[in-house]
């Protein structure tokens, strides 16, 4: 198996507005190897949530190949990618997409409901979820009980339950306070270093892209990378 866990190869993405192709990216080759920590940077409309949706199997490629942990995920149909993302994929978004009237518990076990776990194995799952991000004793409270960065934890937890490899961000700290954001960010960088999880977060924050072992500016469907940790 490849040390990649992550292996973009000649990916291609355009959109057709009216009369007009939009290319996004034309050519795009693009690795990351297993337990990396990458932060993606660059400015608005460069592409890095469109990325982001690509490696997650949320939309498509118009040409090339994207293979994650081996896998060509470019090529499954609807119904082997949705249970295919169950089990590879943790998503983490800038707005916690909490349901509101579930309890934190209820919400991190929410993608285990589409799993063939037994009720005692999805508490089991839920309460090491909730212990990870430090949210054991939040676990009955509703999302309007919790602060933002308690319910960003609740979010994690809830990308974290079915314990997928790699993890996508999208801004998780957008709409947080430094201090705040911090916290979330040393959760990641918990979840990376000790658990092993691979995560591409994209961010516009210099600060949050700090946290990450490498950072990769796109700029014109193409990147340029620097180190930040050793």
């Not at 990396?36 to 949320?58: E, R, W």
């Not at 579930?102 to 993608?111: G, I, K, M, R, Y």
């Not at 909730?130 to 939040?138: G, Q, S, T």
């Not at 977060?201 to 990378?225: I, N």
């Amino acid at each position: 198996m490849s040390d990649n866990i992550i292996e973009l190869s000649g990916v291609a993405k355009r959109f057709v507005k009216g009369k007009d192709t939009i290319s996004i990216f034309d050519h795009l080759d693009f690795t990351v190897p297993r337990g990396d920590f990458v932060a993606l940077m660059g400015p608005s409309g460069s592409g890095k949530t469109t990325l982001l949706n690509l490696l997650g199997a949320i939309d498509r490629p118009t040409a090339g190949e994207i293979r994650i942990q081996g896998q060509r995920i470019d090529s499954l149909s609807e119904g082997e990618l949705a249970r295919w993302r169950g089990t590879h994929i943790g998503f983490i978004f800038q707005f916690y997409n909490l349901m509101p009237m579930l309890t934190a518990a209820q919400n991190v076990e929410l993608p285990l409901l589409l799993t063939r776990l037994d009720s005692r194995a999805r508490r089991r799952n839920v309460e090491t979820a909730l212990k990870i991000v430090e949210l054991a004793d939040r676990a009955n409270h509703t999302p309007r009980e919790m602060s933002g960065g308690q319910q960003q934890r609740t979010a994690i937890a809830r990308a974290i339950v079915s314990d997928p490899p790699l993890l996508l961000c999208d801004e998780p700290t957008g709409d947080l306070d430094r201090d705040t954001a911090n916290e979330i960010l040393s959760v990641l960088q918990l979840l990376n270093r000790d658990l092993g999880k691979t995560i591409v977060m994209v961010t516009h924050d210099p600060e949050a892209a700090k946290f990450a072992s490498r950072v990769l500016h796109l700029d014109k469907g193409r990147f340029a990378e620097r180190t930040t940790a050793p």
